[in-house]
């Protein structure tokens, strides 16, 4: 059985007192009743810090948006995974599709990245996802598949990764993915997985769906077979919707 994953991303949201004010009405409203989701949420670089003491004592754990696939160096406005490691973030997401579309990002530099959050020890989550475009020109399938192959390149242990499918149409659009089309991606991303590392790897991979998820719609998705959690982006910015989705995975 997986256990299912629920993480906020917050995006290019929140000042960092904001961040606090947020992070602390999530912690309150949780109370100790995430037994059975993992929780994460993630705060834009600067409110890492202030994020983390708020939930320092709780289960919920502290998710970068980024990070580079160098140590340290002359990168200028990068942020590398041991200076997230330094603020204690135990994730980070990789290979979002704004991150592809509008900062260039490709299935080279994510596969970069990933390798380089696990060597660190960093729980990485992978993000895959088509174009509306893509879509309509029926190669939903064959994208999302490179984009999982490319990733995960030289990838020998999938034990610190949890990928997202993020359909790019779905994404901040109010269109959500019907439960039966997201359980279609995501059960041939599990077809790839079994292909790449065999049946036992791909049965504990944690496959989440991103894309306009809300309270109203977060069950029905989260009760498809191969569907295991969330990664929500304008949902998680309100405390009430965000609890509530994880209510619907726990
Ligand atoms: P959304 O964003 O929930 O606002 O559609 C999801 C995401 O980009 O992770």
């Known amino acids: 059985m997986r256990k299912k994953i629920v993480v906020g991303n917050w995006k290019m949201n929140k000042t960092v007192a904001e961040a606090g004010e947020l992070a602390s009405a999530i912690l309150e409203q949780l109370g100790d ?21 708020v939930i320092e004592r709780s289960d919920i754990r502290l998710v970068a948006q980024n990070c580079h696939y160098e140590d340290d160096g002359a990168y200028t406005g990068e942020v590398s995974v041991r200076m997230l490691e330094s603020l204690r973030c135990a994730c980070v997401i990789i290979g979002h599709s704004e991150r592809r579309q509008y900062f260039g990002e490709t299935d080279h530099t994510v596969n970069l990245k990933v390798r380089k959050a696990l060597a660190e020890g960093m729980q990485v989550i992978m993000c895959v996802g088509e174009t509306l475009e893509e879509r309509e020109g029926g190669v939903t399938d064959r994208i999302v598949t490179g984009q999982v192959r490319e990733g995960l390149k030289e990838v020998s242990d999938l034990g610190g990764v949890v990928l997202a499918y993020e359909p790019v149409w779905a994404i901040g659009t109010g269109k959500t993915a019907t439960p039966e089309q997201a359980e279609e991606v995501h059960a041939s991303i599990r077809a790839t997985i079994i292909d790449m590392y065999g049946e036992l790897t791909a049965g504990h991979l944690r496959i989440q769906y991103g894309g306009s998820v809300k309270p109203s719609n977060a069950a029905e998705l989260f009760a498809m077979p191969n569907i295991d959690g969330g990664l929500i982006g304008g949902a998680s910015l309100k405390a009430d919707d965000f609890v509530a989705i994880v209510r619907a995975a726990g």
Request: glycine share 20%; proline share 10%; aromatic share 4%.
């Open 33 to 53: 009743g995430i037994v059975g989701c993992e929780v994460g949420i993630a705060p834009a670089f600067p409110a890492l810090t202030e994020v983390g003491k």
